[in-house]
């Protein structure tokens, strides 16, 4: 029998709802819509609203790589790592603009999981299948304990 992650049950229990009430504040002002959660593999959808562009009217770079960060952020907490993890960089690839109203994906897949270290693969998908973003990212394990958290 596989050994129940509390914090994975509870990001369960949101799967189809918006995400506005986590550990992230930054992640609630994004207010995605959980797809898919497991060990290892999130997918989050994000409306592009105005309030996320930049003067040319599409998403902004620096959203794009919020909304990247925060999805791997989620995946990492559940895990199974007893320390919260945090991000020691993100490398992100801007392929194609997203317009205001478009329905993006942000799907992200934990590509190497150590004690200390946490390997992550991410992309920005539209509707349509195109691709907006790819990115990579090392998560560090902190001193912080989960269990710690107010969550």
């Known amino acids: 029998m596989e050994n129940l ?3 994975l049950e509870h990001f369960r229990k949101l799967i189809g709802q918006k995400l506005d009430k986590t550990p ?3 992640g609630n002002w994004l207010a995605g819509t959980l797809l898919e959660i497991d060990k290892g593999v999130i997918r989050v959808a994000y409306t592009v609203l ?3 562009c930049n003067p040319a009217k599409i998403l902004h770079g620096g959203v794009a790589s919020l909304m990247i960060d925060d999805v791997i952020g989620m995946g990492n907490f559940v895990a199974g790592s007893e320390y919260l993890m945090t991000s020691i960089n993100l490398n992100v690839d801007f392929l194609s603009a997203a317009q205001i ?3 993006l994906e942000v799907s992200a897949k934990l ?5 200390n ?3 992550w693969d991410a992309v920005i998908t539209k509707d349509s ?3 907006v973003a ?4 090392n998560m560090i394990k902190t001193h912080v304990k989960l269990s710690e958290l107010e969550f």
């Open 129 to 131: 299948g195109k691709l």
């Open 111 to 115: 590509v190497r999981s150590g004690s």
């Open 134 to 137: 790819k990115a990579s990212s």
């Open 50 to 52: 105005p309030v996320m």
């Open 24 to 26: 992230s504040m930054a």
């Open 5 to 7: 992650n509390p914090y």
């Open 101 to 103: 109203g478009e329905t």
């Open 117 to 119: 270290l946490n390997h």
